[in-house]
């Protein structure tokens, strides 16, 4: 990583420390709407004063609930966010494909879409960041603004994705070097960044690297929008 994205980013981390613990949590809406295969979505929404969206896809150990103190903590941002339960979990439904998890990622797009929010995000762990991944070669152009894949399962063709685009993982989990070939192989824009320790995905939430996370994930999420 470039020594200046390394400055910034540890900045960054000094500030949004004080932030996480002096922020309140926003109170979710829980929120549901349909997939195009016929499934259904529960949602929790958290609402923002921004016309930036970000979506945000669990893995196969977690739920929409999971994301919880990270939502809470883009609201703080201005990001209106959109935590969704996979069909399967809680009581979302599958449609006629119960493993078309990127329906359920690009429902999640429509919606937010359809409540006036102008740029979506969608950030994708584990088993989520494969979905997000699937979601962002399906969707319509510019439906999807910018895609982050935080330690994201093998990746059919990831030369179909489309940027901006940012891979991030710990530099000594099992996963970082299927992770870092599926980077090789994106087109740009794009960034890696790799954290230190062994941890994976939203479980890096819980180390000493959780600030340094949010403060990589913020700094391409407020980019300029050329600027990734």
């Given at each position: 990583?470039?020594?200046?994205?390394?400055?910034?980013?540890?900045?960054?981390?000094?500030?949004?420390?004080?932030?996480?613990?002096c922020s309140s949590p926003s109170a979710p809406l829980e929120v549901s709407f349909p997939t195009a295969d016929g499934g259904m979505v529960v949602a929790d929404f958290y609402a923002a004063s921004g016309s930036d969206g970000v979506v945000l896809a669990?893995?196969?150990?977690?739920?929409?609930?999971?994301?919880?103190?990270?939502?809470?903590?883009?609201?703080?941002?201005?990001?209106?966010?959109?935590?969704?339960?996979?069909?399967?979990?809680?009581?979302?439904?599958?449609?006629?494909?119960?493993?078309?998890?990127?329906?359920?990622?690009?429902?999640?797009?429509?919606?937010?879409?359809?409540?006036?929010?102008?740029?979506?995000?969608?950030?994708?762990?584990?088993?989520?960041?494969?979905?997000?991944?699937?979601?962002?070669?399906?969707?319509?152009?510019?439906?999807?603004?910018?895609?982050?894949?935080?330690?994201?399962?093998?990746?059919?063709?990831?030369?179909?994705?489309?940027?901006?685009?940012?891979?991030?993982?710990?530099?000594?989990?099992?996963?970082?070097?299927?992770?870092?070939?599926?980077?090789?192989?994106?087109?740009?824009?794009?960034?890696?960044?790799?954290?230190?320790?062994?941890?994976?995905?939203?479980?890096?939430?819980?180390?000493?690297?959780?600030?340094?996370?949010?403060?990589?994930?913020?700094?391409?999420?407020?980019?300029?929008?050329?600027?990734?």
């Amino acid at each position: 990583m470039p020594a200046s994205l390394t400055t910034v980013i540890a900045l960054l981390t000094t500030v949004m420390t004080c932030m996480v613990a002096c922020s309140s949590p926003s109170a979710p809406l829980e929120v549901s709407f349909p997939t195009a295969d016929g499934g259904m979505v529960v949602a929790d929404f958290y609402a923002a004063s921004g016309s930036d969206g970000v979506v945000l896809a669990h893995g196969a150990a977690f739920d929409k609930a999971s994301w919880a103190p990270f939502a809470s903590w883009l609201v703080g941002r201005g990001h209106q966010v959109l935590a969704i339960d996979f069909r399967g979990y809680g009581r979302s439904t599958a449609g006629t494909d119960a493993h078309a998890l990127f329906e359920d990622v690009l429902a999640a797009v429509r919606f937010l879409h359809g409540r006036g929010v102008v740029r979506v995000a969608v950030l994708g762990a584990s088993m989520g960041g494969g979905a997000a991944a699937e979601a962002a070669t399906r969707a319509a152009p510019g439906d999807i603004e910018r895609v982050i894949l935080l330690s994201p399962v093998s990746i059919t063709d990831p030369e179909h994705l489309s940027g901006p685009l940012l891979f991030t993982a710990s530099e000594k989990e099992p996963m970082v070097t299927q992770v870092t070939e599926q980077y090789q192989r994106a087109p740009e824009p794009k960034q890696l960044v790799l954290l230190p320790g062994t941890a994976h995905a939203q479980h890096i939430f819980a180390t000493d690297q959780a600030e340094r996370l949010r403060a990589t994930l913020a700094m391409f999420l407020e980019a300029p929008e050329h600027a990734p």
